[in-house]
């Protein structure tokens, strides 16, 4: 695929990731839950990903720049994936108060780590970096886990309690964790359906989350009579 394909495809997904949370962040607004603003922030963090790797595609950026999109690129996808994860953890039943503490405990380790990871970026290090491609198919690898997590998870909850409305969603982090090995495969071989697939597979597990949310949060409700 040509580079401005590619940064059509990464606008596109962007765009969709920051459509899901607008849908997203309705569970905490109903509840004010703090366990639930894991969602918004996973797709949010979903959507700065594809941006980062949209600019970093532009061939009429410096070197540099695109060097460190790359990076950042890499770093807010791992942190989206995983916000959805510990979202789904801690969504299992628990006393409230410790849920809540728990939560904002990894959620400080979440923003030191980010503000590290910044810094690694625009402020070299004294150490040397490993290469990107190396760091690149560590996080695909953990992105995997984590999003096969979800996909079981959210499996097994459907399985004890169907949802209609809902019942895409698995196969939604199915496509995502799919994605992510296809990446995975690309980098590893330079496959090149891997790398279409990759693309392909991300757009639709992000539709089938917008027609999840659409359903869930969106769609008109029939008035009582």
Request: proline content about 5%.
């Amino acid at each position: 695929m040509s580079s401005s394909s590619l940064i059509v495809i990464e606008i596109v997904s962007a765009a969709l990731a920051f459509v899901l949370v607008r849908f997203m962040i309705k569970p905490y607004q109903y509840t004010g839950e703090t366990r639930y603003i894991g969602l918004p922030l996973g797709f949010a963090f979903l959507g700065i990903s594809y941006i980062f790797m949209g600019v970093a595609l532009s061939p009429n950026n410096p070197s540099f720049v695109i060097e460190e999109m790359k990076w950042l690129q890499l770093f807010t996808q791992a942190y989206a994936f995983v916000f959805l994860a510990v979202t789904y953890i801690f969504s299992k039943p628990t006393p409230k108060r410790n849920t809540q503490l728990w939560w904002q405990i990894l959620f400080s380790i979440l923003i030191f780590a980010m503000i590290v990871s910044c810094l690694i970026v625009f402020i070299p290090p004294m150490f040397t970096l490993p290469s990107y491609k190396t760091v690149d198919e560590y996080f695909r690898s953990f992105n995997i886990i984590f999003a096969s997590y979800i996909s079981l998870y959210t499996l097994r909850i459907h399985a004890l309690k169907p949802d209609r409305k809902t019942m895409l969603a698995p196969i939604g982090y199915i496509l995502l964790a799919f994605g992510q090995y296809s990446s995975l495969i690309w980098s590893l071989d330079s496959s090149e359906s891997a790398f279409v697939g990759a693309h392909i597979l991300r757009l639709m597990g992000l539709l089938i989350f917008l027609l999840i949310s659409y359903k869930a949060f969106g769609a008109p409700r029939a008035k009582a009579r």
